[in-house]
């Protein structure tokens, strides 16, 4: 974290957990153990196949086979399934799944009708549109329908629906690895920005090593199957980040520490996609 004094409370808990795909015999996560902090920003990466993506989904328990085969997980107090419940998290992947038949707005407003929630209709539409604005889609677009906006602009809506039921915590599967890298670089400072202004713990998969290491405040490096963590890389640059700091020396030495810790973990071969 960027303040050392402070030490906020844990948000998230993992302890000795696995996961055991049995249909498959496939042993995708072993011997997991990972704190987090309230309001850290934390990024995930490993080759194909190290378990990232069942990590969020045993956190989000949306797995379609149930939850971890060994250990525990604990989420601001509450296991996955009551934090689910709860509505405890949004989720953003890496196509915006927003519903095409529905135009940019009543996609936004979907969460609160899935929740049922008892905030009266203006309310919610009231912190819809400032969700809109804080991600700087411009009004003319509300009205549209998915299909009719650019991927970069689907994806900020995508985090306006996650955000909407104001949860404290965000997962995030990928959610720049299909735009260009202009887009990629613009969503970035986005997330950052959001981040910033809502103080949300976020954890995010990634291919990148550089996005990885720009936005986080720790790498968490996953071995190949089955996943466990090589090592946790704090990443000492000053908040706000700042695209030049992508230049420095310091950066190339963080970026190495995490290709490094990939290739120790043997997953450094060429084709385990991991990018820069
Ligand atoms: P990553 O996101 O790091 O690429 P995944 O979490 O998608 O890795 O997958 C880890 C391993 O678990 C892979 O071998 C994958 O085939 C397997 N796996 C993922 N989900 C399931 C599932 N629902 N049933 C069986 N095997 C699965």
């Not at 042993?27 to 993506?53: C, M, W, Y």
């Not at 971890?68 to 604990?74: H, K, Q, R, Y």
């Not at 601001?76 to 399934?81: F, M, S, V």
Request: glycine share 8%; net charge neutral; aromatic share 6%.
């Amino acid at each position: 974290m960027t303040n050392p004094e402070s030490t906020p409370p844990i948000a998230i808990r993992l302890i000795n957990v696995k996961k055991y795909f049995k249909d498959r015999d496939v042993e995708a996560l072993d011997g997991i153990n990972l704190e987090v902090a309230q309001g850290e920003f934390l990024s995930l990466i490993g080759p194909s196949g190290s378990g990232k993506s069942t990590l969020l989904e045993l956190l989000g328990d949306i797995g379609d086979e149930g939850g971890p085969t060994g250990g525990e997980i604990l989420i601001e107090d509450k296991t996955p399934q009551e934090l689910r419940q709860a509505r405890g998290y949004g989720i953003v992947f890496q196509d915006s799944i927003l519903f095409p038949w529905y135009r940019v707005f009543e996609n936004c407003l979907l969460p609160f009708r899935i929740a049922k929630s008892k905030l009266r209709k203006e309310e919610q539409v009231k912190r819809i549109e400032s969700l809109l604005e804080m991600v700087g889609l411009d009004r003319k677009f509300w009205p549209y329908y998915p299909k009719e906006l650019s991927g970069g602009m689907q994806q900020r809506v995508a985090i306006v629906r996650a955000l909407a039921l104001d949860p404290p915590l965000l997962l995030m599967d990928e959610p720049f690895g299909a735009l260009d890298d202009l887009t990629r670089k613009s969503m970035q400072m986005l997330l950052l920005d959001i981040w910033a202004k809502t103080r949300k713990t976020i954890l995010m998969v990634t291919h990148s090593i550089s996005e990885a290491c720009f936005m986080s405040d720790r790498v968490v490096v996953l071995s190949q199957r089955p996943g466990r963590i090589v090592r946790m890389i704090s990443i000492p640059l000053d908040r706000p980040r700042d695209r030049s700091m992508t230049e420095t020396k310091a950066f190339a030495r963080i970026c190495g520490m995490v290709r490094e810790a990939l290739g120790s973990g043997g997953g450094a071969e060429e084709d385990t996609a991991i990018k820069d």
